[in-house]
């Protein structure tokens, strides 16, 4: 029988903070979504960027609404999920998912700290994901995450198929490439080992300048198929679009979004080297 949906979930993450991730999650969300892929957007941070970002690009409506932390609460995500556009839904970032790793524990502590119970800690969203059955209903759910090990990772990557991970070419995001990667092995040994990195998103590369050129090569030497091939520039239409929205009629914007489309073509084909799943036509 043909599955209803693809039902992948993808988490977009790297141990360092501003390579990305929301952007990319935000606009691989898009593009899909555009393609016909029904698509739901988890906000794992706090900050609530990527929330913020689809607020401004499509005068989303988030007062009122029921967000992360609500879902958390009700160990569901069903009556968190907001409509965005046509196959397009988000579970609103909340403030409140600070208190995240207070709640899990006051679960466990409910449980009265039992073995059982601990499992709530790192496998709550795993849990939530299974219960509400949402591989049955969306192609891709994509968790945009925050860059620090913590029990939010934890709780990604047990409940996560794939990973993507942006990296910058500069030294230190290429160092922190290494410790993503060491605790993703330290994950699928441990807590999923099914989860698998899809790829490294060479990001933000300024081919111009010399070390930026030599760092894509040392991380393609040493990660080989691993990096895509398809490279996200560092473009100020992006910065505008964070600002103002995504706007197709600010100048470059249409030869801006085909490098997003090519990272989701790219995703694709990626995907269904691993699955056997044929995506594109
Ligand atoms: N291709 C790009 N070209 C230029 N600027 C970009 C590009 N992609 C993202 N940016 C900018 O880089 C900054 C960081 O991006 P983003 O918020 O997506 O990173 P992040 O990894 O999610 O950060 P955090 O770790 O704080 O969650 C933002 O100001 C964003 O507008
Ligand atoms: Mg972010």
């Known amino acids: 029988m043909k599955k209803l949906k693809l039902g992948y979930v993808m988490a977009i993450n790297m141990f360092k903070g501003g390579v990305g991730k929301s952007t990319l999650t935000q606009l691989m969300a898009d593009v899909l979504s555009a393609m016909g892929f029904k698509v739901l957007v988890i906000d794992v941070d706090p900050q609530g960027t990527v929330t913020k970002k689809f607020q401004r ?21 069903l009556g968190s999920i907001t409509n965005i556009k046509e196959n397009l839904d988000i579970v609103i970032g909340s403030e409140q998912m600070s208190r995240f790793t207070k709640v899990l524990r006051d679960m466990w ?35 945009d995450t925050i ?6 990772t934890d709780n ?3 409940a996560s198929d794939f990973l993507v991970i942006p990296t910058q070419t500069e030294q230190d995001s290429i160092d922190n490439l290494h410790s993503t990667v060491n605790n993703y092995r330290t994950a ?9 990195i899809l790829g490294i998103v060479p990001y933000l590369v300024d081919t111009r300048l010399k070390t930026g050129k030599e760092l894509l090569i040392e991380l393609q030497e040493e990660y080989g198929d691993m990096v895509y091939s398809n490279v996200v520039n560092d473009k100020g ?12 009629s600010i100048p470059h914007s249409k030869k801006t979004y085909q490098m997003y489309v090519n990272i989701v073509v790219e995703t694709l084909e990626r995907l269904e080297k691993v699955t056997g799943e044929k995506l594109l036509n």
């Open 109 to 143: 502590r409910s449980t009265g700290f039992s073995d059982e119970g601990e499992e709530i800690f790192w496998n709550l969203f795993n849990y939530m994901i299974n219960n509400d059955d949402l591989r049955s209903q969306y192609d891709f759910v994509l968790f």
């Open 57 to 77: 690009q499509y005068d989303l409506e988030v007062i009122g609404k029921m967000t992360l932390f609500d879902a958390v609460i009700s160990m569901s995500f």
């Open 156 to 158: 990604v990557y047990v």
């Open 237 to 248: 239409v992006v910065r505008r679009w964070g600002r103002e929205g995504l706007d197709k």
């Open 147 to 152: 860059p620090t090990v913590s029990e939010f």
């Open 188 to 196: 699928v040994k441990e807590v999923n080992s099914n989860l698998e």
